[in-house]
Structures are given as C-alpha cells and as structure tokens.
C-alpha cells in the first residue's frame, strides 16, 4: 500500500518539491530553521520572505541568536494557526 502524501493548505511536506515546501517540512521535523541551513540545504536565499509566507497558517516564532559578535535569527515552529 503506498503512502498517502500529507498536504497541509496546499503544500506537500511528504514529497517536498518547491523551497516553501521543503522548508516547512524541515520545521515541521526539526522544529527550526537558520538562514544559513535554508542556504545549504535547499538554495533557498530568501528564508524570511518564505517565513512571513509560512505565518499566514503557521506560528513561527523568530528568536535571536548571538554566536561571538555575529546574530542572526532562528525560526522556531511552533505548530498549526487555529
């Protein structure tokens, strides 16, 4: 029996094809994303414009990182919109 795809509004994150698709699906396993994750594992260069996206339907929360004297922001999924 073959697994059914999970569509969640429209994008699937069983079989993630586009940079939104795939970036939902990392947060919906891994619960965050950095910039520079999004950079090298999917090319995707614009990481906050597919999160202001994702927030329509999503809570993402945004939490600053200080690694020495470099900040950066990590994006933490936070489950479903009701």
Known sequence: ??????????????????????VLAHLMEKETITSWE?????????????????RVHFNIKSVETRVGKSHFATYVYKGKKK
């Open 38 to 54: 999004a950079i090298t594992k999917y090319k995707a260069t614009r990481l906050s414009s597919i999160i202001f996206n994702l």
């Open 1 to 22: 029996m073959a697994k059914k795809d999970r569509i969640i509004n429209g994008w699937n994150v069983s079989k993630p094809e586009t940079k939104i698709e795939k």
